[in-house]
């Protein structure tokens, strides 16, 4: 079974920082495009950044220079540092991945739990 499980989240207060995690386990042979995203309180969920196993990066433009996307491919795991936080970055932030598994063919698209993040003014 296959499994993405997020971790980092919390309360910070604004301009603090916090970094997620998300590894990835179970039956994989591989995984392809990583990526965050987040939902706040009734809105649609939305991208946050996204990373290729060749480390090319995609923030989006609003969160530039504050969010950082990383990962560790040994580790199945990837990352998401974030800094100068404000209170309209209160999400649930949810990990997202591409995989291959063990006896399937193609790739599939895997979504975590996702972890709560809260920014207090």
């Known amino acids: 079974q296959v499994q993405l499980v997020e971790s980092g989240g919390g309360l910070v207060q604004a301009g603090g920082s916090l970094r997620l995690s998300c590894a990835a386990s179970?039956?994989?042979?591989?995984?392809?495009?990583m990526g965050w995203y987040r939902q706040a309180p009734g809105k649609q969920r939305e991208l946050v950044a996204t990373i290729t196993p060749g480390g090319f990066t995609n923030v989006v433009n609003s969160m530039k220079g504050r969010f950082t996307i990383s990962r560790d491919g040994a580790k199945n795991t990837v990352y998401l540092q974030m800094n100068s936080l404000k209170p309209e970055d209160t999400a649930v932030y949810y990990c997202?991945?591409?995989?291959?598994?063990?006896?399937?063919?193609?790739?599939?698209?895997?979504w975590g739990l996702g972890t709560q993040v809260t920014v207090s003014s």
């Open positions: 179970g039956s994989i042979v591989s995984i392809n495009t």
């Open positions: 997202n991945a591409n995989l291959v598994i063990t006896g399937q063919r193609g790739q599939y698209n895997y």
